[in-house]
């Protein structure tokens, strides 16, 4: 049997979670929830419909060691929730700068678990950033209010394309100044 790759990569506390990386067995549950057209359709980089593979692929990605970002997922099961509640990313960029990326599966939306990821990547940040920033769609004014309650300055307007819409969509781009 084939091992998982040792991924190095902090498990972070949240209150109601642990962001910890992810694992080959979080497939199902991460292609049943990105599978749903809205969670596609409010990232930059999920299709609709999800291709067979597309999961596991992009878990290989996230556990490979020359991957591009970190990946963490929102996992409730120590606490009585759900193991697969969302997933949050930090890719690094350069001059000390890293880009935050989420998504909350649809059955948890407006509770709060977004809000709780993206303060327990502030308060640990694990890529030493100086500068964190994110990119939300505008039609999306609940994502940009989980970065605006986690200390986000919001910086402007611009565009960026969607996979899952095949289109280029409105954004809002927001940014923290670290430490």
């Not at 998504?103 to 993206?118: C, D, I, L, M, R």
Request: include cysteine; glycine fraction near 8%; hydrophobic fraction near 45%.
């Amino acid at each position: 049997m084939l091992q998982e790759p040792i991924v190095v990569q902090p498990a972070l506390s949240a209150e109601r979670f642990v962001l910890r990386p992810l694992r080959k067995a979080d497939a199902g549950l991460i292609a049943l929830h990105t599978g749903d057209r809205r969670v596609a359709e409010a990232t930059r980089s999920i299709p609709h419909p999800l291709p067979p593979g597309a999961t596991e692929a992009f878990i290989a990605q996230a556990l490979a060691e020359d991957r591009r970002e970190d990946v963490w997922v929102m996992d409730g099961s120590g606490l009585g929730h759900a193991e697969v509640l969302g997933l949050v990313s930090l890719a690094p960029m350069d001059r000390g700068q890293s880009e935050i990326k989420y998504w909350v599966a649809p059955a948890f939306w407006n509770t709060g678990y977004a809000s709780e990821a993206v303060a327990a990547i502030v308060r640990a940040n694990p890529h030493k950033a100086r500068t964190l920033f994110a990119q939300v769609f505008k039609d999306n004014p609940g994502s940009a209010r989980v970065l605006t309650n986690s200390g986000f300055d919001y910086l402007g307007d611009a565009e960026a394309f969607c996979v899952a819409r095949n289109t280029t969509v409105p954004t809002r781009t927001y940014l923290r100044k670290m430490g």
